[in-house]
Structure formats: structure tokens, C-alpha cells
């Protein structure tokens, strides 16, 4: 079987808000802060776009997930800035064997509106990976826990390509 045939892989990541949030607790969102937005919780910065490029990643080269690769076990990750996990996981990705082709990644959520800050989104995620991201959004018109605005999510694709 060809070895250096294109491999994609496939990233969701879903956080909710954080109820509870500290006065001066920040949203993080595609590589970038959003101050006065809502901040979502979790054991990193709860980015869910560069989380699901991240697992979309290293699915691609089958090296596991998000959760075994940074899980809640491993306490070096706790409060990681998602742009870090992004470019720790293509480092993974590359040392592997693998080239990355280019990731996509759609957020899906209320907010924050990403249309106004998408180029500026896309060269943070696009240096952490080391290749182009694409990224964009959508709502879904009010269903499910994204549409009552309960948390944000994302899913991502990632193209690599096996080193000869």
C-alpha cells in the first residue's frame, strides 16, 4: 500500500462557557484573545478551533487524539494558550514523518463574530501549524447548545502527507 498518498483526519473540540468566570478571565478563540467576550471553560485555554485543528492533526498522522496527547492527566497543559497545543501537535505531526498540507477549521457558535478578526486569526493559527489554515464560522439558528448559547464548537480537517 502507497505510503505518500494525502491522509486526512478529522477534529471536533465543544466547550462551554465558564459559569463562573474571574473578574479578569478573557475568551480565547482561533489563537487570539477577545476581551469583553464571555470566556469558555477548561483545562487549557478552552480554544476550540485550535483544539480541533490540533486533533484533526494528529488524526491524520495516527497519533491519537486531543485528549491522549494533552488530557487532563498531564498537568503541564493546564491553562495552555491553544496556539501552543496547535504548534506542539504539528511538531508531533512532523516528527512523525509527515508534512501538513493545510488545515480547516469551522467554529460554530453565537459568538464572538469571528468575520471581522478572520485574517488575523488565520495567520496565528497558520504560523502555530507551520502551514495554511482556513477558518470560518457558522451559527445554528438557535438549536442545540451552541444555538442557546451555552459554549462554542469547532470542527476541523487536516491534509498530511507521509515523507518518502
Do not use: C
Amino acid at each position: 500500500m502507497p505510503t505518500n498518498l494525502p491522509r486526512t483526519g478529522i477534529g471536533v473540540d465543544v466547550h462551554a462557557y465558564d459559569p463562573d468566570p474571574a473578574p479578569d478571565a478573557v475568551l480565547h478563540l482561533a489563537g487570539l484573545a477577545w476581551p469583553g467576550e464571555r470566556p469558555l471553560a477548561g483545562h487549557s485555554d478552552a480554544d476550540v478551533a485550535a483544539h480541533a485543528a490540533a486533533d484533526a492533526l494528529l488524526s491524520a498522522a495516527g497519533l491519537g487524539d486531543l485528549g491522549s496527547n494533552f488530557g487532563t492527566a498531564e498537568p503541564q497543559w493546564a491553562g495552555a494558550a491553544g496556539a501552543v497545543l496547535l504548534a506542539e501537535a504539528a511538531r508531533r505531526v512532523r516528527d512523525a514523518g509527515f508534512d501538513v498540507g493545510n488545515v480547516v477549521v469551522q467554529v460554530i457558535g453565537n459568538r464572538p463574530r469571528l468575520g471581522q478578526r478572520r485574517d488575523e486569526a488565520q495567520a496565528v493559527l497558520s504560523e502555530a501549524v507551520g502551514a495554511p489554515v482556513a477558518l470560518s464560522a457558522t451559527t445554528t439558528d438557535g438549536l442545540g447548545l451552541t444555538g442557546r448559547g451555552e459554549g462554542v464548537a469547532a470542527i476541523a480537517t487536516a491534509l498530511v502527507v507521509a515523507r518518502s
